[in-house]
């Protein structure tokens, strides 16, 4: 099994930046994509970001479309670790962000936009 803990959550006002981190521990061999969901007060979870990759460094990402331009995922497959860096945040972007793997997901952490 994989444990995933994130980190990184806040709040910040509209416009501003945040980072997120998710760590991965556990059974971590074998691991080649990782994903950031979120889901908001009253709303489904929904996908935002998904990192691939194809070697040690190089990876692919996927974005959904209300985040693109505005989102980078990216990571350290040495690590475990991926990233969320959040840029021009509005309040929509305001839910509990989520790190998922596999069947596996971390535990989340509030992300609040104050407009």
């Known amino acids: 099994q994989v444990q995933l803990v994130e980190s990184g959550g806040g709040l910040v006002q509209a416009g501003g930046s945040l980072r997120l981190s998710c760590a991965a521990s556990g059974r971590t061999f074998g691991i080649n994509a990782m994903d950031w969901f979120r889901q908001a007060p009253g709303k489904e979870r929904e996908f935002v970001a998904r990192?691939?990759?194809?070697?040690?460094?190089?990876?692919?990402?996927d974005y959904a479309d209300s985040v693109k331009g505005r989102f980078t995922i990216s990571g350290d497959r040495a690590k475990n670790t991926v990233y969320l860096q959040m840029n021009s945040l509005n309040s929509e972007d305001t839910a509990v962000y989520y790190c998922h793997q596999g069947q596996n997901w971390g535990q989340g952490t509030q992300v609040t936009v104050s407009s």
């Open positions: 990192i691939r990759w194809t070697g040690s460094s190089i990876y692919y990402a």
